[in-house]
Structure formats: C-alpha cells, structure tokens
C-alpha cells in the first residue's frame, strides 16, 4: 500500500511539474494588439494559443443562434500567436474563435481581448469604438477631489448600480441601468435629491461600482434579473444588462461612458470593482479553451487550484495573466476615464503584478485609487510571501487593503452574527477600534496583543489603508446592529449606527462607506444578498425622508473631514505626532487629541486641536478632560460653548471637541 502510495504521488508530482514545464514553454508576445485592430478597411484578428495546431475565426451576424457567415483558418505567427486579416469593412459583425489542441477541436469562445460583445457575451463584436463616446467624450476629465488628490482625501461611496435606481421612489427614468445613474434632478417622494444627486450632495469624493464588466450570472435577454455580479466572462466588455440594449455591443459601452461622463460632470471620481481573480467558467472559459490550465494555478495533482471558492483562481505570475490583467486595467482607464480600481480577493494575485499595475497606471493617472481585498477565500497553492495579502500591505506600492481589524472591531465579528463591537458594546474590541484610528501603522499606545486580527501593524502609511466598517459582504451595518443587540431600541440602534459611522469618518486611513448607510437601509438581516433581488437590495429612497437627522450628520462629517487635514494624515510621523491617546480609566471609552498645529501653518486651518470621546459602554459616562474645549455640532466648532475640566457623554455617543484659533 505504501508504495502504491509513493507512486500515485510520485505521478501527481510529475504531472504537475510537466504542467508547469509546458507552460514556461510557451513563447511570451510582447506585442499590444491581442484582439481585434479594428479599420474600416480592414480587421486583424490576433489570438494567443502556443498549444493550439489550428485555429478558427467564425464570423456571424447576430450576437446569439444562427450559423457562421464564414469561417477562415487564422495563420500562425509570432510567439504563439495566431492571425486572421479581413480585407474589408466587418462593422457590426460578430465573431467566435476556436482552437484545435492535440487533435481536437475546443469550444466556440470569445476572444478573451474582446471590447464589445452581443447579447450575453457569446460573441464578440467588431466595432469602432470612436462612435461609442458621447458627445463631449473628448472634453471628459476628472474631477479633482482636493487641493492635491492624494489617496488619504478620498471618501468612499461603494453601491451597486441596479441597486441605486431600481425603486419606484428614485425618481430615475432610467431604472438599475447605466443611464439611471447619469440622471440628475431625481426626487423621492418628499422632494429629496436622490441617485446621482444624493451622492453629490452627501460629498463622498468617489463612487466605487460592483462589477459592470459583462458577467455571466444574469441573463441579459430578460428582465427584472439580479446579481452583484462577481463573475466575469469578458473583462474589457460593460455588462449588457445595465445598458438599454444589450443585443448591440456598441449601446452599453455608450451608456456606461455617458453615466461615467455625468458623475466627472458632477465632481465624482468612478472607482471600478474587478475581479481577475477567478472566471465564471472553468474548463469552459475562453482563457481555458483556448490555452488550458495556463491562466489558472493548480494543485499538486494538477487539478484546478481554488483559492477563490469559485472553482479556479488565476495565475497573475504568469506572464500572459499578468500581461492580461495589465492591458485590461489600462485599457479602462483610457477608454473609459475610470479614476480607480477596487480589486476583489486580491489576495490571489501576486505582488509583483499588482506593482506593475500600480507603477503603470499612476503613470497614466497619478492620481488613481487603488485597493484591493487582501485576502483569499481559501488556500492558494502560490506561497503566500509573494502574494498581495494584508500583512504583506507594506510592500504594496501606492495600493490599499482593507482592515478587516475596525470593520470588525466596530461592528463585531462578520463570521459571528451575534457578536458585537466597540459600536455594539463589545469594550474588549476597543483596541481594534484604537489600531483602526492610527490607520494599521505602529504606534506606541496601541497594545497589539489586543488587536483582534492582527498582530503587527501592517501598514506602510494612512495611504496603504481603507477605514470602513461594511460593505456589500456579510450583514449591512444596520441589521448586523439588529441581530446583535436584539433587546436595544430603535433609539438606542441608531446611536450606536451614527458612533460606528463617526469613527470610519474621522479615522486616519481612507474612509469607505456602503451606499444606503447614511440613512439606515436594511437588507432585512439577509446577509448575502448577491442574487437576492431587488426586494432585498434596492436602495429605498423613502428612508431619506424618514432617517433624514442621521444623512445630515454624515453629510456634516464628511464636510468636516475634508475641510481639516487632521482628519487625513499622509505619513506615519504626523500619525505619531499628531494622535494622543488619553487614558479615561473606563474600558470601552476612547479618548484623544488630534493635533492640527501643523495644519495651521501648512493650511491656514482655524483648529488647532480636536478631542475625540467615543462612549462604547451601555453607561452614560463622565470623562476628565485635559484644557478648554468648544463643542463641535454638525462638523463646526460652536464658538459660544465652552467646556473644561469634565464632560457628560451619553451611552454610544460620539462626541467631537475643537480648541480653535481666536
Ligand atoms: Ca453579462
């Protein structure tokens, strides 16, 4: 048995060393015109497939059904690739490709370069791209968000784009598609802005989107279907089920740059969710089809690795990937004017790659917002010192990870729906909450070993991470509130909501917000909504009107936070030397100064210091202060108050001091 043993090892290991061997034998194309180059006289189609010994170029002239108009043999060329030239005008015509490896023929797939498609992706489109830009495309510039547009001014505001139209209280013409959000001048029922407008008026500097690349779980032939949409078919391509017609691969890109157009219009930067981490399909996808097992890792027996918990995960070591990923990202920021790049389970690619990315986009954009997930959602076969997970954050270069250490240290943990946070009334989590103010980097008053999750600091500046205590994952901020302090009141929920939301926006770091937030939506405690419907999902615009106290405080947060620089450090000595913790001898009570001297000089900022007191405990509690304090109210400094020596702060408060220039 033992032997039988050593030998099936023995042929796992072998296999999986030949897989690798094959791969690393694949001639690398340097080249830039993957794809479709596109004239009106002629179309030259380029495919990547070093194992393929034909391949096929089939062209249609609908999207979906119906038989090849032609079929031409494509010629092999350069470096693993393979070419067809089409001596004539193909506009509008659509396209598959097929491979033949070791004698047989593979599926018909999309070319994994495609930038347009038909109807569900099934086939990709020739078009010109230059009649897809709206008018005043050419004139389309970002907007900038500060004085300098540095990561740590950026505000959040991550929504999903059915979810922010779909209800019939939006006001929007154009419900959960593209042009929904391009609206402006939209109401709810009380007359409250909402959409596009909302989000203006709230003051968030970006709005990051879920997924609009085309994706595979909705079918874009009907109606009324949901996802969230983290599973990708074509990466360069707009989803078609958020454009007014998906059948003609040009509208959705013309809706996507319109809506794009409106929210740089409106001052707002657009931050893309990608998910290069893993494909819709496995054996199936066009990567796979065309060059198999190359775009993906395995496992030792040369299986299909799955860090992801989606069935594959991709290899962005190897060169192809990591040339995919790059051409990819670039090819939005151009095309597009996409202002950043969320990137989903970044803790799957590899450091080196999301570098490059980095280093080559800020080149394009020196200002563009990256951040990613820097986690996986299983084991990942790729060691993981040489992967963009959390702990490795400090050698990411102008990209941010989330901290997951305050989202949890907030809230409770999003693994434990009954378990609480500082927010909730969890004291222990306070030293979470701590480490969460001074952005993940080392300093002194933080004790590690009662740092939830981490236990080194993993941050190489504020800039390096996203402050935020939910997302589309897991239960929103007010249901997980709900669950896990079910005998607190309505009252009682809505402070410890507003505390929760008051240390994300004051908190070094990047500050980031779930849409719906500021006035308390409910996904009715489901906690993973991804194709629940719009029932569950739908931004309801009438609870505006009804939660309109707490959006007004979040605005004046917001606004505070943009017009003291405080609030925003960029390097880990200001951290050091402007943040204090004072000691309240109260477990569940932070305390400390935030000094803006440096400010003054730099900004011409009128404070010249901020106390910060959040009443974790269910007690109303009374806090020895240090000097002469003005009470801060809706972001400003109330110039008649004054308060020394002591102040009462009630249960759940968040209470905001400011010593101000006379
Ligand atoms: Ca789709």
């Not at 370069?113 to 495309?137: C, F, H, M, S």
């Not at 078609?240 to 001052?267: P, V, W």
Request: with cysteine.
């Amino acid at each position: 048995m033992k032997q039988l043993w050593m030998l099936m090892a023995w042929f796992a290991f072998s296999s999986a060393v030949d897989a690798q061997y094959k791969f690393d034998v694949y001639p690398t194309y340097k080249g830039n015109d993957l794809g479709l180059t596109y004239t009106p006289t002629s179309s030259v189609f380029r495919i990547w497939s070093p194992p393929a010994s034909a391949m096929e170029l089939k062209l249609y002239e609908i999207g979906m059904g119906g038989v090849a108009k032609e079929t031409i043999q494509m010629q092999k060329s350069e470096s693993g690739t393979w070419v067809a030239v089409v001596n004539r005008d193909l506009k509008s015509m659509f396209y598959t490709v097929r491979a033949k490896i070791n004698d047989r023929w593979g599926n018909e797939v999309t070319d994994p370069y495609a930038r347009a498609t038909g109807i569900n992706g099934q086939r990709a489109q020739v078009i010109d791209l230059k009649e897809t830009n709206p008018v005043g495309w050419e004139k389309d510039q970002s907007p900038n968000f500060s004085d300098q547009n540095l990561p740590t001014d950026a505000i959040i505001y991550e929504l999903h784009i059915r979810d922010a139209t779909i209800d019939e209280e939006s006001g929007a013409k154009h419900k959960g598609k593209f042009l929904g959000l391009a609206e402006t001048g939209t109401k709810n029922k009380a007359g409250l802005s909402t959409g596009l407008d909302h989000i203006k008026e709230l003051g968030v500097t970006h709005v990051h989107l879920l997924p609009f690349y085309d994706y595979n779980s909705v079918d874009e032939t009907k109606t009324g279907q949901y996802n969230w949409g983290y599973d990708p078919v074509n990466y360069n391509v707009p989803e078609g089920s958020y454009s007014t017609d998906a059948s003609d691969g040009r509208t959705r890109i013309r809706e996507l740059k319109q809506m794009i157009q409106a929210f740089h219009q409106n001052g707002l930067r657009v931050v893309m969710d990608v998910v290069y981490n893993h494909t819709a399909l496995t054996e199936t996808s066009n990567f796979n089809q065309l060059v198999p097992g190359y775009y993906y890792r395995q496992k030792p027996d040369g299986s299909f690795s799955d860090a992801t918990a989606c069935g594959n995960e991709t290899a962005s070591e190897r060169a192809m990937m990591r040339k995919f990923m790059l051409e990819s990202v670039v090819y939005w920021v151009k095309e597009y004017h996409i202002d950043g790049f969320r990137f989903d389970l970044m803790g799957v690619h590899d450091i080196q790659t999301m570098n490059l990315i980095s280093d080559t986009l800020h080149k394009i954009k020196p200002d563009i917002l990256l951040y990613g997930e820097g986690w996986t959602a299983g084991a990942s076969p790729y060691p993981e010192e040489k992967r963009a997970v959390k702990k490795n954050a400090h050698l990411l270069k102008g990209i941010a990870v989330f901290s997951d250490d305050i989202r949890d240290g907030i809230k409770g943990s999003v693994f434990d729906i009954k378990d609480r946070g500082f927010a909730t009334g969890k004291t222990a989590n306070t030293e979470s909450v701590k480490f969460g103010i001074v952005a993940s980097l080392p300093h002194l008053q933080i004790d590690m070993s009662k740092v939830n999750y981490s236990k080194e600091p993993y941050a190489s500046s504020p800039a390096n991470v996203i402050t935020y205590a939910e997302c589309h994952d897991n239960n929103i901020l007010w249901d997980k509130i709900a669950l896990s302090v079910p005998g607190a009141s309505e009252e009682e929920r809505k402070k410890m909501h507003e505390l929760a939301l008051t240390i994300v926006l004051t908190s070094q770091g990047i500050p980031f917000l779930h849409a719906g937030s500021e006035f308390l939506r409910s996904k009715f405690g489901e906690e993973n909504s991804y194709n629940k419907g719009d029932s569950v999902n739908a931004i309801r615009w009438g609870l505006k009107t009804k939660n309109k106290e707490l959006h007004e405080k979040i605005v004046s947060l917001i606004s505070m936070r943009k017009e003291h620089g405080a609030f925003r450090l960029t390097n880990n000595r200001l951290v050091n030397n402007s943040i204090r913790f004072l000691d309240t001898q109260i477990e569940g009570v932070i305390m400390y100064t935030l000094d803006m001297e440096y400010f003054r000089w730099t900004k011409k900022d009128t404070w010249l210091n901020c106390l910060m007191i959040f009443n974790g405990t269910n007690n109303p509690q009374t806090i020895t202060i240090p000097g002469e304090w003005k009470l801060v109210s809706m972001g400003k400094a109330q110039t008649n108050s004054r308060v020394v020596k002591q102040i009462g702060v009630k249960p759940k408060e968040a209470m905001i001091l400011a010593q101000v220039l006379d």
